[in-house]
């Protein structure tokens, strides 16, 4: 059994020449699988399951040659599918890859959140997995996946060479993805996404050739549309699920938040050119909710649902660079106004908008009076921004923030 106190795993892993001794969820810094054979390329210390059709197997995902297939896990049944099934109807064994899965099939394999069907990555610090990413409570983190030396984000990131150790945010300069595959031009580190249709990705979008196309992303079912879909739009973009589905909820919720406060900007401040999500002058292609030019400094701003809570801090960072960029790097103003839940001296303000039994987002009657207030504090900082020249390249102003 695994050394560690109250651990009943079998041991496969210690320091190279030592005797097995740890499982893989208790293995110390430096260890590897001992009990096992392991890939066939030198200092890969990963087991083996790719090799060609009737081959043992000899090497592991990331070192497999092409054509070579998984010959050690029991694969979908589909027909000339290679991928390790995961789903079937519930208590049945597994049968179908997530490709092929039959509506109503789910995960059978992998443990599953405690609140639903999806596999969970988070609990608390020394805590088994319990929870989704959606349903995780306060404080936890992702206990499975490796995380950056200096933060809870999975690294992809380090020297050429080396393991992955830094997230997009921390890696520093001269840091390459060493996780993902690369596109195939020379000394370009972006994930390919494009190739011709059947192929494997190869190129990134900058390099790609004439003809090819994206390969990796699901895209919209609608004829000619190259944009890509999201799973909770039934294989449709947004833009193609509202234009299909105007009754749903979901096309009638559509920024309902944000043409709200908009609506009220707009009205209070007629005299003003508001220009609303809509591109500004750039490469970016960014579009800010609202904007406005005061010739000397630039107000814009930004409605942060629940504070934007689910966004990855560095792809934020990077949104406001880029704006600032497609403006010239004149001064900006950036008002980020969140119209949802918040914390205030350590008490919890709840949401000034609810659905309501239709589904349909609507301010809740107990809260139009602070729904009111917040627009006026809103307002406030247009009035006052509006003849004050900020100091810094950037400033930002966060409203019915966590304080």
Same mark, same amino acid.
């Given at each position: 059994?695994?050394?560690?106190?109250?651990?009943?795993?079998?041991? #496969?892993?210690?320091?190279?020449?030592?005797?097995?001794?740890?499982?893989?969820?208790?293995?110390?810094?430096?260890?590897?699988?001992?009990?096992?054979?392991?890939?066939?390329?030198?200092?890969?210390?990963?087991?083996?399951?790719?090799?060609?059709?009737?081959?043992?197997?000899?090497?592991?995902?990331?070192?497999?040659?092409?054509?070579?297939?998984?010959?050690?896990?029991?694969?979908?049944?589909?027909?000339?599918?290679?991928?390790?099934?995961?789903?079937?109807?519930?208590?049945?064994?597994?049968?179908?890859?997530?490709?092929?899965?039959?509506?109503?099939?789910?995960?059978?394999?992998?443990?599953?959140?405690?609140?639903?069907?999806?596999?969970?990555?988070?609990?608390?610090?020394? &805590? /088994?997995?319990?929870?989704?990413?959606?349903?995780?409570?306060?404080?936890?983190?992702?206990?499975? /996946?490796?995380?950056?030396?200096?933060?809870?984000?999975?690294?992809?990131?380090?020297?050429?060479?080396?393991?992955?150790?830094?997230?997009?945010?921390?890696?520093?300069?001269?840091?390459?993805?060493?996780? #993902?595959?690369?596109?195939?031009?020379?000394?370009?580190?972006?994930?390919?996404?494009?190739?011709?249709?059947?192929?494997?990705?190869?190129?990134?979008?900058?390099?790609?050739?004439?003809?090819?196309?994206?390969?990796?992303?699901?895209?919209?079912?609608?004829?000619?549309?190259?944009?890509?879909? &999201?799973?909770?739009?039934?294989?449709?973009?947004?833009?193609?699920?509202?234009?299909?589905?105007?009754?749903?909820?979901?096309?009638?919720?559509?920024?309902?938040?944000?043409?709200?406060?908009?609506?009220?900007?707009?009205?209070?401040?007629?005299?003003?050119?508001?220009?609303?999500?809509?591109?500004?002058?750039?490469? #970016?292609?960014?579009?800010?909710?609202?904007?406005?030019?005061?010739?000397?400094?630039?107000?814009?701003?930004?409605?942060?649902?629940?504070?934007?809570?689910?966004?990855?801090? /560095?792809?934020?960072?990077?949104?406001?660079?880029?704006?600032? &960029?497609?403006?010239?790097?004149?001064?900006?103003?950036?008002?980020?106004?969140?119209?949802?839940?918040?914390?205030?001296?350590?008490?919890?303000?709840?949401?000034?908008?609810?659905?309501?039994?239709?589904?349909?987002?609507?301010?809740?009657?107990?809260?139009? &009076?602070?729904?009111?207030?917040?627009?006026?504090?809103?307002?406030?900082?247009?009035?006052?921004?509006?003849?004050?020249?900020?100091?810094?390249?950037?400033?930002?102003?966060?409203?019915?923030?966590?304080?």
């Amino acid at each position: 059994m695994c050394k560690e106190t109250g651990c009943n795993k079998r041991p #496969s892993f210690n320091y190279e020449g030592e005797k097995a001794s740890y499982c893989k969820d208790h293995k110390k810094e430096g260890m590897i699988d001992v009990a096992h054979k392991l890939c066939l390329v030198l200092e890969c210390n990963t087991r083996p399951n790719f090799n060609y059709e009737g081959e043992k197997a000899s090497y592991c995902k990331d070192h497999k040659k092409e054509g070579m297939i998984n010959v050690v896990s029991k694969t979908c049944i589909e027909c000339n599918c290679n991928t390790q099934p995961n789903f079937n109807y519930e208590g049945q064994p597994s049968a179908y890859c997530t490709h092929h899965k039959k509506e109503g099939m789910i995960n059978v394999v992998d443990k599953t959140c405690r609140e639903c069907n999806t596999r969970p990555n988070f609990n608390y610090e020394g &805590q /088994s997995k319990a929870y989704c990413a959606d349903h995780k409570k306060e404080g936890m983190i992702n206990v499975v /996946s490796k995380t950056c030396r200096e933060c809870n984000t999975q690294p992809n990131f380090n020297y050429e060479g080396q393991p992955s150790a830094y997230c997009t945010h921390h890696k520093k300069e001269g840091m390459i993805n060493v996780v #993902s595959k690369t596109c195939l031009v020379l000394e370009c580190n972006t994930r390919p996404t494009f190739n011709y249709e059947g192929e494997k990705a190869s190129y990134c979008k900058d390099h790609k050739k004439e003809g090819m196309i994206n390969v990796v992303d699901k895209m919209c079912k609608t004829h000619l549309c190259a944009t890509r879909v &999201q799973e909770k739009f039934d294989g449709y973009c947004l833009r193609c699920y509202i234009y299909t589905y105007p009754e749903n909820p979901v096309s009638r919720n559509y920024k309902t938040k944000e043409f709200a406060v908009g609506d009220d900007v707009i009205q209070n401040f007629p005299d003003y050119i508001w220009i609303r999500d809509k591109t500004v002058n750039g490469c #970016s292609k960014r579009r800010p909710d609202l904007l406005v030019d005061f010739y000397s400094h630039i107000l814009i701003i930004e409605i942060d649902e629940n504070m934007h809570d689910d966004y990855d801090c /560095s792809c934020e960072n990077k949104r406001i660079m880029e704006i600032s &960029q497609d403006l010239g790097h004149r001064p900006i103003v950036f008002i980020r106004f969140n119209p949802d839940k918040y914390k205030q001296n350590g008490k919890t303000i709840t949401s000034c908008w609810g659905n309501n039994k239709k589904g349909i987002c609507v301010i809740k009657k107990t809260k139009k &009076q602070e729904w009111a207030e917040r627009l006026n504090a809103l307002k406030e900082q247009i009035m006052y921004w509006s003849v004050n020249i900020p100091d810094k390249t950037i400033e930002t102003v966060q409203l019915f923030y966590d304080n």
